[in-house]
């Protein structure tokens, strides 16, 4: 959420800011809802102000004997007027809150200018695509014979569901593994094993609620199926004052992720791009304020070690304001190379959110030398999503007699096997 002190000294760079990201100029209601907010409040305290005065006079006159009725009579209209005021406070400052929820952090100064993902920037290129002496396929079709089982999916869940079996099922839990022990060990973070269903706050906390609240599954009790794991990491910290020797914090988890999916009719209906349902190694990282864009790169470096790993061709795109998440100020996407696609495709976003989500959450730190708290800092990214990197594997490492020759990094986690062979030949 937005600083509203912020956003009152400094109307036209809000209005600036949001005009990057494609929304409209909103400080104007905004200046009108704090000041009444603030106006009403004055007003709250003055009424009060004067009640406790008009009190006194009732006990004073009472004391003596005489005839306090006026007084009386004024407590009463200052008690009216002093609710009024408190309610209208109220409902002005819901109203203000609930604008301020609903409009996207600001860009970074460094954040190019742009619509969509066409005008992204390229900042790297790692690796080279192969070369095949074949027509390549696509996933589905290596993957069908090897256990990919889309029919089953759709005939438990519907649509955008996939069934792993065998081969397939053996491949993506070593993903996982590998991945959380790559993070885990080398890169310093701390696994977690959060929840998969959590209340209100906690999207509301990360910034999916109120606004995306149609892209989420809830259950019947209330309780949302948590669209990535940094909604139950970063909400970890949520409320809680933090000592400035508990950070950074650094947290990884593996956790299925859950999306309906509402605006993407028609997009990615064939195979694991796109799926109501898929598994993702999150990276969540909590810093002190000031050093959140230090730690974006390190969180990309992060990331993009997986792929290095897996000997996956990628890419690295800087976000065009237009294109970034709701609560990023900066995002890196990684992109890996897909043969049958002959494009790159998203595998990895990794955002710095500056406090944007610490002042959702109430979360803060005490302040080094002076008295006091100032909000966190707060970033995620994939590290990486498991589905989009088993595709990439099977596309990447296909051969013609529709075989997957595995990287040599996640061997060990399939008990030294070298390639994936078809059960149906």
């Given at each position: 959420?937005?600083?509203?002190?912020?956003?009152?000294e400094?109307?036209e760079?809000?209005?600036?800011a949001?005009?990057?990201r494609?929304?409209?100029?909103?400080?104007?209601?905004?200046?009108?809802?704090?000041?009444?907010?603030?106006?009403?409040?004055?007003a709250?305290?003055?009424?009060?102000?004067?009640?406790r005065?008009?009190?006194?006079?009732?006990g004073?006159?009472?004391?003596?004997?005489?005839?306090a009725a006026?007084?009386?009579?004024?407590?009463?209209?200052?008690?009216?007027?002093?609710e009024?005021?408190?309610?209208?406070?109220?409902?002005?400052?819901?109203e203000?809150d609930?604008?301020?929820?609903?409009?996207?952090?600001?860009p970074?100064?460094?954040?190019?200018y742009?619509?969509?993902?066409?005008?992204n920037?390229?900042?790297?290129?790692?690796g080279?695509?192969?070369?095949?002496?074949?027509?390549?396929?696509?996933?589905?079709?290596?993957?069908?014979?090897?256990?990919?089982?889309?029919?089953?999916?759709?005939?438990?869940?519907?649509?955008?569901?996939?069934?792993?079996?065998?081969?397939?099922?053996?491949?993506?839990?070593a993903?996982?593994?590998?991945?959380?022990?790559?993070?885990?060990?080398?890169?310093?973070?701390?696994?977690?094993?959060?929840p998969?269903?959590?209340?209100?706050?906690?999207?509301?906390?990360?910034?999916?609620?109120?606004?995306?609240s149609?892209?989420?599954?809830?259950?019947?009790?209330?309780?949302?199926?948590?669209?990535?794991?940094?909604?139950?990491?970063?909400?970890?910290?949520?409320g809680?004052i933090?000592?400035?020797f508990?950070?950074?914090?650094?947290?990884?988890?593996?956790t299925?992720?859950?999306?309906?999916?509402?605006?993407?009719?028609?997009?990615?209906?064939?195979?694991?791009i796109r799926?109501?349902?898929f598994d993702?190694?999150?990276?969540?990282?909590?810093v002190?304020?000031?050093?959140?864009?230090?730690?974006?790169e390190?969180?990309?470096?992060?990331a993009e070690?997986?792929?290095?790993?897996?000997?996956?061709?990628?890419?690295?795109?800087?976000?065009?304001?237009?294109?970034?998440?709701?609560?990023?100020r900066?995002?890196?996407?990684?992109?890996?190379?897909?043969?049958?696609?002959?494009?790159?495709?998203?595998i990895?976003?990794?955002?710095?959110?500056?406090?944007?989500?610490?002042?959702?959450?109430?979360?803060?730190?005490?302040?080094?030398?002076?008295?006091?708290?100032?909000?966190l800092?707060?970033?995620?990214g994939?590290?990486v999503?498991?589905?989009?990197?088993?595709?990439?594997?099977?596309?990447?490492?296909?051969?013609?007699?529709?075989s997957v020759?595995?990287?040599?990094?996640?061997?060990?986690?399939?008990n030294?096997?070298?390639?994936?062979?078809?059960?149906?030949?």
């Amino acid at each position: 959420m937005l600083d509203v002190r912020w956003a009152r000294e400094n109307p036209e760079a809000l209005d600036k800011a949001l005009s990057l990201r494609g929304e409209p100029p909103v400080s104007a209601r905004v200046l009108e809802l704090d000041a009444g907010r603030r106006a009403a409040q004055t007003a709250f305290q003055d009424a009060q102000s004067q009640r406790r005065d008009a009190s006194k006079i009732i006990g004073q006159a009472k004391s003596r004997g005489e005839d306090a009725a006026d007084a009386i009579a004024l407590v009463s209209k200052l008690k009216e007027a002093a609710e009024a005021a408190e309610a209208t406070e109220k409902n002005l400052s819901a109203e203000l809150d609930m604008l301020l929820s609903r409009l996207p952090n600001l860009p970074l100064d460094d954040v190019p200018y742009g619509l969509d993902e066409s005008q992204n920037v390229e900042i790297r290129v790692v690796g080279a695509p192969r070369e095949f002496e074949f027509e390549p396929k696509d996933h589905v079709a290596i993957g069908t014979p090897m256990g990919m089982d889309f029919d089953a999916g759709t005939k438990l869940s519907g649509a955008r569901f996939v069934a792993m079996r065998g081969q397939m099922a053996r491949l993506e839990r070593a993903l996982a593994h590998f991945m959380l022990d790559l993070h885990v060990t080398e890169h310093g973070y701390s696994e977690v094993r959060p929840p998969l269903l959590v209340r209100d706050e906690a999207m509301f906390g990360t910034g999916q609620l109120p606004k995306f609240s149609d892209d989420l599954f809830q259950t019947s009790e209330g309780r949302w199926l948590i669209p990535t794991a940094e909604v139950p990491l970063t909400n970890l910290i949520a409320g809680d004052i933090l000592d400035p020797f508990q950070l950074p914090i650094r947290m990884t988890a593996h956790t299925p992720c859950f999306r309906s999916e509402a605006g993407a009719a028609g997009r990615d209906t064939r195979g694991m791009i796109r799926m109501h349902q898929f598994d993702k190694v999150e990276l969540v990282s909590i810093v002190a304020p000031g050093d959140g864009v230090s730690e974006l790169e390190r969180m990309t470096e992060a990331a993009e070690s997986v792929l290095k790993r897996l000997e996956l061709p990628y890419r690295v795109m800087l976000l065009c304001s237009g294109d970034m998440g709701f609560g990023a100020r900066k995002t890196y996407d990684i992109e890996v190379w897909l043969p049958s696609q002959n494009t790159y495709r998203e595998i990895s976003s990794c955002s710095f959110c500056g406090d944007f989500q610490a002042r959702r959450m109430n979360s803060r730190v005490r302040r080094v030398v002076e008295k006091g708290t100032e909000f966190l800092e707060t970033l995620n990214g994939s590290g990486v999503a498991v589905g989009r990197a088993l595709v990439a594997i099977l596309e990447n490492g296909q051969q013609s007699d529709g075989s997957v020759v595995l990287p040599d990094a996640i061997r060990p986690y399939m008990n030294g096997l070298e390639r994936l062979i078809p059960v149906e030949a």
